[in-house]
């Protein structure tokens, strides 16, 4: 019965405002590791699993900038160098997207 309702703009717009807070009412009465990644994807409905992803990309990046670099990371310019490297690897996942979409 409630499945004919799903589609409609109301329910999403209810679903969207109510969720946040009973993701939290359902999480603040429970005695759970408030630091683990479980609580905090459960209580912001954020996937912890992307910033893993993206830590590990950037942990790569670092090293092979070392290896192609001697001594780059003593470099004052070492951290905007990596978040640049960062921002161009991401601009192109999204131009990836953004082409996959339009076809």
């Known amino acids: 019965m409630l499945d004919k ?12 405002s109510i969720s946040p807070k009973l993701r939290w ?4 009465n ?3 590791d408030k630091s683990s990644a479980e609580y905090l994807e ?5 996937d912890t699993r992307i910033n893993s ?9 670092r090293e092979q900038l070392k290896e192609e670099f001697p001594n780059i990371e003593k470099s004052k310019s070492y ?4 978040d640049a490297v960062m ?17």
């Open 5 to 16: 309702f799903k589609n409609l703009k109301i329910v999403k717009k209810l679903n969207d």
């Open 25 to 28: 009412l359902n999480y603040a």
């Open 53 to 61: 992803d993206e830590r590990r990309l950037e942990a790569m990046v």
């Open 42 to 46: 459960m209580v912001s409905g954020v």
């Open 30 to 32: 429970t005695n759970i």
């Open 79 to 82: 951290e905007l160098l990596v």
């Open 87 to 103: 921002h161009n690897i991401k601009k192109k996942q999204l131009q990836a997207e953004d082409s996959l979409d339009i076809e």
